[in-house]
């Protein structure tokens, strides 16, 4: 007779190789007890959740040249082209740089696809688009994609999304990769609630947990919170019944779902800087300042600032040598450059001194306090 494995070993060293939460939510759902879920993947339940009769922030596009930019293309891997480039405005975040591959052949042909796509992202929430610096447009029947600040479009995937009906939803589900994944796929709160729940809306989101879940879920979590005039009643009912604390921790973040909200301003008010004395304060997601007169307040690491706002989810600072910059309590220490309309990424070397990447040039840069 063959030998019983020793499985109560093995999980027990298991658990503590991986930790009790990854060994839990990795384990198969039947070994743990999971349900099984009610969809294989979300994009496809609703081709209404988000439309073009909804409105965009989107406002106009300019011709910004040919420039090199590495790109992402699903056909080949990371690329270097001579791109063709579009800066995207909307009315509530800082223009986006379209990227189009030369295969397009001409301004002309490049820039009517920069014109399609900008408009169904301004429809998506603010909160999803507060991390969209760029955007990559290919040919080919591939994937879309979202993260490294970006969301990544396939023109012929594109057209059987349009054909669908989709193309929203689908851009609702990568752009929750690039603005939602980094601070809650792994955060604890939301794992707590995997747990709880028992049970993924996707089969794509059980098989891929930290990748998939908070994308699967946001989709239906938005059309929820937004459009339930839009959705059945027998979907709204297994929303709520298959996830209630993922809805649960959604609302209690106050992402705003509107494309013209991101929730309650008093949430990003300066007023929640503790004070240390002295004129000096700290907020923990922009370090220590002092609190100056007329607008001015010095940061410890970025020196002397102008600042232009009584909030913290959309700031206008100005400083020397680098003129006008935006950031938000999200994306910071990411600012925008007005002058150059490009992002860029500080941090302090070494030596003191301050340091900034221009992703539009891909270099780092000092600049003297």
Known sequence: MPEVPDVKNKLTSLIKVCGLRVFLLLLLPSIIGFGSPPFSGTIFLDPDILTEADPTTFQKIEDAGRGDRTMYDRRSGWVYENAFLFNASFSDLPDVEIQVNPEFGDTNTARAQAEAYAPVIGRLPRCLRVDVFTVWIHKGNNPFGGGNNNLLIHTGQADQYVASGILEETLVHEASHTSLDADHATASGWLDAQAADGNFISTYARDNPTREDVAETFLLYFALRYGTGRISQSLIATIKDTIPNRIAYFDAQDLGLSNLDDGDSSAGSWDLATDLGDGWRSLDWFGIYYEGTSGWIYHMELGWLFRQSSATDSI????????????????????YREDSSSWIYWLTGNNGSLLYYDHAQGSWYTLAD
């Open 316 to 335: 206008w600072f100005w400083r020397e040598g680098l003129g006008w910059l935006w950031t938000t309590n999200s994306v910071f220490p990411s600012l």
